[in-house]
């Protein structure tokens, strides 16, 4: 599962590889095979769907996609040689290389390399994934699979080999090379530090944790608790060693006797002026109905009450040396 920002950026390096295909390019010598170049200029006469993007998948856009991904197959499988002009020869590693040269023309360093690579090996998969499934030079899944397999595999001469040895090399390299430091001590008392430009003390982690201390007893007793005085006696039991995923101390058998789960609606009935701020009435068979927008308010408040916990719960547990 990828995150939206992370589906971004691989959509920011699959548009300029295309752009770098079908745009011209002056200066830069880029010979292509005839059925390439040919497959560029149809897909240049092509019209992209009227909306990106689209409402949903079959609305003019799975012939573009189609289109697009059988260029890109085609450029994919095969093998690329160094030719006159242009000493690499694939296009797609032709467009890394240009990737990685900055704005002031010098190169990147190996650990900014990384993530592109990294992203063309996830875009070579998503391509050859999509044509697998869409394409329609045949019926069958397994044979589309079967045509194709061969050039995702690594130790084949193709594209998809080239990208991964790139991008061991260059995880290699990164994970070998010096930086430069990101954090220096401004005082041999090492009290003082810079970090990110900014000059940060020690006092002021203590000074931050302690007003952290305070917004969460705060925003828990006047928004959450709601000013409700109440707490529960005797002891809690939490096991630290139990690693069953979703376990909590709330629904530990051994605590039924000892948490009543209606206490806090409970203590809201029992306050009329918080009973007619959380409840517009009673429903036909006497269930309380909710103020929808004053629940809501209370769930933000919880929520963000739960955000100073943790974040107290990061910076005050320490880490391990």
């Known amino acids: 599962m990828q995150t939206r920002d992370s589906e971004k950026s691989y959509i920011r390096v699959l548009s300029c590889l295309t752009a770098f295909l079908f745009r011209e390019k002056r200066n830069y010598i880029l010979p292509l095979p005839a059925d390439i170049v040919e497959g560029i200029t149809l897909f240049r006469n092509i019209p992209p769907p009227s909306q990106f993007p689209p409402p949903y998948f079959q609305h003019g856009y799975n012939d573009y996609a189609i289109k697009l991904s059988e260029l890109l197959i085609s450029m994919w499988t095969r093998v690329w040689d160094p030719c006159m002009g242009n000493s690499i020869g694939d296009p797609t590693i032709c467009f890394i290389v240009l990737s990685c040269i900055q704005h002031d023309n010098s190169w990147a360093q190996a650990k900014d390399i990384t993530p592109i690579l990294a992203r063309m090996l ?24 079967s045509a194709i397999k061969t050039w995702l595999d690594s130790d084949q001469d193709s594209t998809f080999h ?10 290699s390299v990164a994970y070998t090379q010096l930086s ?9 008392e090492n009290t003082e530090f810079v970090w990110d430009g900014s000059k940060i003390s020690l006092e002021l982690f203590q000074e931050f ?46 605590n039924d006797q000892q948490i009543d789960r209606r206490a ?7 306050s009329p002026n918080l009973r007619d701020e959380f409840f517009t009435g009673l429903s036909a068979d006497g269930t309380p109905i909710f103020n929808k927008v004053r629940a809501k308010d209370w769930l933000r408040d919880y929520s963000k009450a739960l955000l100073y916990l943790m974040t107290g719960g990061h910076v005050l547990a320490g880490s391990p040396s």
């Open 162 to 171: 080239s990208v991964c040895s790139l991008q061991q090399l260059a995880s």
């Open 122 to 145: 996830y875009i070579l998969r998503a391509v050859f994934l999509y044509n697998i499934h869409f394409n329609s030079a045949s019926a069958c899944v397994h044979e589309r699979h």
């Open 264 to 270: 806090f609606l409970n203590a809201i009935m029992d």
């Open 209 to 254: 944790s302690q007003d952290l201390l305070r917004r969460v007893q705060k925003i828990f007793m006047e928004k959450v608790f709601l000013g409700v005085k109440w707490r529960i006696s005797g002891h809690i039991s939490d096991s630290l060693t139990n690693t069953r995923p979703g376990y909590s101390f709330m629904n530990d058998p051994r």
């Open 180 to 188: 430069l430091p990101q954090v220096y001590w401004n005082n041999e």
